[in-house]
Structures are given as structure tokens and as C-alpha cells.
């Protein structure tokens, strides 16, 4: 299997999970609790081993940026397709 045939494949995948609202809210789901639970993890049970050197703490709370702006993303692309689906919903029965 090529290169080429991975990147299809999560094409194909990328576009389930992007055109299906459930799907998406799933994933949005998990994407939060993932982001909470890290921010959790690092504020209560691994601080100490976080604040035993710059790297891990900046590595960690990158880590923890980045999967919150991703989110964040994610989100709001949700709350525009939802828009967009309801307002084609509105123009074809009306």
C-alpha cells in the first residue's frame, strides 16, 4: 500500500467525520474531554514532575495549547456547518 492510498484514506475519513454532524459532535466530544483532562492531568497529578524542568513544562502546556486552539477550530467550523446546513434546510422547504 502506497503513500498515496493512506492519504485517501484519510481524505475519505476526514470527509465522513466533516459532512456528518453527529459524527462531528462525537469527535468534538472527545477532542474536549481529551482537553480538559490533559489541562487536568497537568494542573493536579503531574505538576511536580512538570515543574522538574523547563522543557517537559513548556512541551507539556504546548501540547495542551495546541490541542485547545484545535478544538477551538473544530468547534467553531461545527457551529458554521451547523448554520449553513439549517439555512439549506430553511431554502429547499421554504
Do not use: Q
Not at 466530544?29 to 514532575?49: H, P, Q
Amino acid at each position: 500500500m502506497g503513500d498515496d492510498d493512506h492519504w485517501d484514506d484519510s481524505k475519505r475519513l476526514a470527509a465522513g467525520i466533516l459532512h456528518d454532524r453527529s459524527a462531528r459532535r462525537r469527535w468534538l466530544g472527545g477532542f474536549l474531554i481529551l482537553s480538559l483532562g490533559m489541562i487536568a492531568l497537568g494542573l493536579w497529578l503531574i505538576d511536580e514532575w512538570l515543574a522538574s524542568g523547563p522543557w517537559l513544562f513548556l512541551g507539556w502546556w504546548g501540547a495542551c495549547a495546541v490541542l485547545t486552539f484545535f478544538t477551538l477550530i473544530f468547534g467553531l467550523y461545527d457551529a458554521l456547518m451547523a448554520v449553513r446546513e439549517e439555512n439549506a434546510k430553511t431554502k429547499d422547504s421554504g
